[in-house]
């Protein structure tokens, strides 16, 4: 029983002090909790158009206003360029899935057939110190739909849309609001001292 309990110890912290996989660099790196950072390059491509929805400009606007927003409320975000211990770069896939319901049952309550079902959101952030990359690390998240108390209020109003031949552009607001989230979740994540 010992050998076991030991054996399980020493899995739990390895498992801790491990970092995920998909934080990549040249030498081991820790970054310090209290470490800001300033957003440099931000480069958003979005996929997925349709006039129903936001202009891609807007896409990148919301989402960017949205990441340092988060950053600033975590009290991670530096007040300029040359006060930030980190620079950031991001490039951004923002792809729409956008159903055609031509010939479904909703084709005929849809005016142009077209609602939004879900969003698939790419990144890689590149974190640097000057010049030089401390690491840099990706992440795909494919097929994302609203969930939980507030999701379940946007799928209402999808269904809403559908039923009144309005669409749902309405819920998009609520995937550029979210979506930087995970990308200020994977900073506060890197491993840090």
């Known amino acids: 029983m010992r050998v076991f309990v030991v054996f399980l110890t020493a899995c739990l912290m390895a498992g801790c002090a491990s970092k995920p996989d998909y934080y990549i660099s040249p030498v081991p790196v820790t970054i310090p909790k209290t470490a800001t950072y300033w957003l440099d390059n931000f480069d958003v491509e979005v996929r997925g158009k349709n006039e129903r929805f936001l202009p891609d400009d807007k896409v990148r606007q919301q989402l960017g206003v949205d990441l340092i927003d988060r950053l600033l409320k975590a009290k991670r975000y530096a007040t300029s360029k040359a006060s ?34 879900g969003v698939d959101f790419n990144y890689k952030v590149t974190v640097r110190k000057g010049d030089a990359e401390v690491l840099h690390f990706a992440q795909a998240r494919e097929g994302l739909m609203p969930a939980g108390a507030v999701g379940h209020w946007q799928n209402l ?23 930087s989230r995970f990308i200020v979740d994977d900073l506060r994540n890197i491993p840090s001292r």
């Open 84 to 117: 930030a211990d980190y620079i950031l770069d991001m490039d951004v896939i923002y792809a729409r899935r956008i159903q055609d319901t031509q010939g479904g049952l909703v084709s005929p309550l849809i005016e142009d057939n077209k609602y939004l079902v």
């Open 157 to 179: 109003k999808t269904v809403g849309g559908i039923l009144t031949r309005s669409g749902n552009a309405n819920v998009e607001p609520f995937y550029t609001g979210l979506l």
